[in-house]
């Protein structure tokens, strides 16, 4: 056993592997379940149904989508609570429709985001290193319209206390909110991905 997951850890290192991910279609990890090593783009090509009930993830941090090819609503499963998510509530999902999953790429940068009020980077900046559960109340926000993500990976929140429809923030500049996935600036919260 210890010398398969020495291998496992050590071909992630080599060939730069995201990590590993179970889905099943029923809640409490029963059901069908497809394994992924890798991105799909779309769950019917590997036979497993359009329906996730409850997810595993064993390493890496993950974001499972609404439809094929990365659109739609964002659900991320990292490995916060063990990487374990029962029911699709823990992941903030308003169903159990999953069509595409995807690995998040993980930035080992110490943690910093800028956030602004304005498209473009311009208006009030605000400059995060840590996990924030209600920006309205720490720092007055609770409209973000632009983000320039310059080291770790996070993810935002639609509402405070890192609820409702959220979105994952790979290191890089985003313009607009729309450059994120959303449909509009409405924030509540933010916090770090966990992969490990």
């Known amino acids: 056993m210890f010398s398969s997951k020495l291998g496992s850890v050590l071909q992630r290192a080599f060939y730069g592997s995201s990590g590993r ?23 019917s090509d590997k036979n497993f149904p359009d329906r996730c009930n409850s997810v595993q993830v064993e390493s890496g941090s993950w974001v499972g989508y609404e439809h094929e090819n990365f659109r739609g609503r964002q659900y991320l499963w990292d490995m916060s609570d063990r990487g374990e998510y029962n029911c699709s509530e823990k992941w903030c999902a308003q169903g159990d429709h999953i069509s595409s999953v995807r690995a998040v790429k993980q930035d080992n940068n110490p943690p910093r985001a800028q956030l602004f009020d304005r498209v473009g980077f311009s208006g009030k900046k605000t400059e995060l ?68």
């Open 129 to 196: 290193h840590d996990d924030i559960p209600n920006l309205l109340s720490r720092y007055s926000l609770n409209r973000i319209t632009s983000i320039r993500v310059m080291g770790g990976t996070w993810v935002l929140y639609q509402e405070p206390n890192y609820r409702g429809a959220h979105y994952v923030l790979e290191k890089k500049d985003y313009n607009n909110f729309s450059d994120w996935g959303a449909q509009n600036s409405t924030v509540g919260s933010i916090r770090k991905v966990r992969f490990n």
């Open 21 to 43: 991910v179970t889905l099943f279609e029923q809640r409490n990890f029963a059901g069908r379940r497809l394994d992924l090593t890798s991105d799909c783009q779309k769950l």
